[in-house]
């Protein structure tokens, strides 16, 4: 037996690893066939650490659930859902396990953290079970979670995740996005947590009201992901930031932001920003901005923990 992988107790012990990621342009019109645009978070990750059990008993440890009260097993529900998927494709054997989950990634903010947990047991397991899994079947675990944790869903997250790269996504198929310069991105979390299955639900109950309006809305956030490939291929921040701000414009008509996620982005405005919008969901979660420079970022970043940030990160966008 690998003795990288045996506890001090002789148990078979496993480690995943997986980031968060954003999304830049396209959140929502992506669940309807429209393209999107999403980055990976290095800075933001976790580590799943499994061993196995004598009692063949699942036990979960993390700090992501303190906050958890009456909800708690529904909610612990995509989590179970991705251990069953990654021991279906690891093992025959009965196996319990403890599972502890260390992660840096907010919870419920539009970072992907669902996913990205899902991402890391799923590797944990098949480094446990020495069947590491290869990236679809890694994706194949994370979709299975998913689609608790987020009802209908366009997979985006699952593919975002699992990118090192940043990636176009539509319908399934995903292209890598050449990006010509380093683009630095201040992200600020609002505090509130957003439900993507909420703010999902939302707009399709929007669109089942006004459908010509809202397809009209969908259309043109996938047309400006159209129109951003040209200026991520040239490094063009201005033109950049004038996109996101029209899809924050956009993400508004669809009614997923709020008065804190606009108050953010006004702040990121002001503060010198090229461009901002909410990321992800919605309702709750972070807002993205646009540095002009690498230079001005953390001055970005003070501005919008002054207007009520609860925490701010940097992320430089680029072609690996
Ligand atoms: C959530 O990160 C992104 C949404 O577009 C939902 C999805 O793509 O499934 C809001």
Not at 263 to 277: I, P
Not at 307 to 315: D, F, I, K, L
Request: with cysteine.
């Amino acid at each position: 037996m690998n003795p990288a992988r045996t506890s001090v107790h002789g148990a078979r012990t496993g480690i995943g690893r997986a980031h968060a990621k954003s999304i830049l342009l396209g959140e929502h019109a992506v669940v309807y066939g429209a393209p999107a645009i999403a980055v990976p978070l290095h800075a933001l990750d976790l580590t799943v650490r499994v061993s196995e059990r004598a009692d063949e008993q699942l036990h979960l440890r993390s700090a992501l659930f303190t906050g958890f009260a009456a909800d708690a097993p529904q909610r612990l529900h995509p989590l179970v859902t991705a251990i069953h998927a990654a021991l279906a494709l690891t093992t025959s054997a009965p196996l319990g396990l403890d599972v502890e989950i260390d992660s840096a990634i907010p919870f419920e903010r539009g970072l992907g953290s669902s996913a990205a947990v899902a991402a890391g047991i799923a590797r944990a397991i098949g480094d446990l079970t020495e069947t590491p899994l290869d990236p679809e079947a890694v994706h194949d675990v994370v979709m299975a979670a998913e689609t608790i944790a987020h009802g209908r869903s366009s997979g985006l997250d699952g593919r975002a995740v699992a990118s090192d790269v940043p990636i176009r996504f539509r319908a399934g198929e995903v292209t890598p996005v050449p990006v010509g310069a380093p683009l630095t991105f201040v992200l600020a979390d609002s505090g509130h947590e957003g439900s993507t299955a909420e703010a999902v639900g939302a707009v399709r109950e929007l669109r089942e009201t006004f459908p010509s309006r809202v397809d009209g809305v969908i259309g043109r956030l996938g047309a400006i992901v159209e129109e951003s490939l040209d200026r991520f291929a040239t490094g063009d921040v201005p033109a950049l930031g004038a996109l996101m701000d029209e899809a924050h414009g956009l993400l508004t008509e669809l009614e997923v932001s709020d008065a804190t996620l606009d108050r953010l982005v006004g702040a990121a405005r002001e503060a010198g920003a090229a461009g901002a919008k909410l990321t992800g969901g919605g309702r709750g979660g972070c807002v993205l901005a646009l540095a002009p420079d690498a230079a001005r970022a953390a001055h970005l970043e003070t501005m919008l923990r002054d207007a009520g940030a609860t925490r701010t990160w940097q992320t430089t966008v680029e072609t690996a």
